[in-house]
């Protein structure tokens, strides 16, 4: 079951700027991710769910972050249909993330006050979760879509909070370009916590990474 509301994590994304992805299968190496990203001034966490038995993964991870990591908000991507975010709001996930706009996804979440950021990519879907009560768009495939599109959709609809996913990376350059255009918050996955960390098992450097992109984000916030 959810600690947090959808209104506690909306304005936690909106407070911290980004949002780190991760799926790995090896949990202790999941929980030295999430330290890591703890460490280094991170309190959202979502983890993709796509690889077999991801469940049992996510409820060791959610266990630890509960237990060691207090304030950490654990939530689950990557989820198609109501079943599946059901699931997962019973493991304790705290925000759903999908691909796309699903409607029965939308209700399953508002029936629990659990967040929910779908997937959209025109101003038609994004209109649409919003009547469906969805606080934070995510903007997928970002890399698509560009600081662009989000600047002519906050025009006219400054009410609308967007959470680009694919094409965010770590430079000043790339996330100047989406804050200015007004986005909330950013996903952020392969570009922080990359294959090379992985490999290296370097969790001191994705510390440091953190902090250094999570300075950046509060620095360009300051000036909007």
């Known amino acids: 079951m959810a600690r947090y509301s959808r209104i506690e994590v909306a304005r936690k994304m909106a407070e911290t700027g980004m949002v780190p992805l991760f799926y ?13 990203c703890y460490d280094g001034g991170a309190r959202l966490m979502e ?10 993964v996510f409820t060791e991870l959610n266990k630890y972050a509960l237990k060691e990591l207090p304030g950490m908000i654990m939530g689950v991507g990557s989820i198609t249909d109501a079943a599946a975010a059901s699931f ?16 029965d996804i939308a209700v399953t979440c508002n029936r629990r006050k659990v ?26 495939p970002g890399s698509t879509y560009g600081p662009g599109f989000v600047k002519a959709i906050k025009g006219p609809q400054p009410w609308t909070s967007i959470m680009p996913t694919g094409g965010v990376d770590t430079s000043e ?3 100047r370009a989406w804050f200015s255009a007004g986005v909330t918050c ?10 090379e960390i992985l490999e290296k098992k370097d969790f001191e450097g994705l510390r440091a990474k953190v902090a250094e992109v999570l300075s950046t984000i509060k620095a360009l916030k300051a000036l909007e």
């Open 186 to 195: 950013v996903g952020m996955g392969s570009q922080l916590i990359s294959k």
């Open 173 to 175: 350059a790339n996330l």
């Open 47 to 56: 983890f993709t769910a796509r690889g077999d038995f991801a469940h049992e």
């Open 24 to 36: 790995h299968p090896d949990v202790e190496l999941g929980k030295q991710v999430l330290k890591a």
């Open 88 to 103: 997962y709001m019973q493991l304790g996930a705290n925000f759903i993330v999908t691909p796309s706009l699903r409607e």
């Open 115 to 140: 967040l929910y950021s779908p997937g959209c990519g025109s101003l038609t879907e994004i209109n649409r979760a919003e009547e469906l009560g969805v606080e934070v768009i995510k903007l997928f």
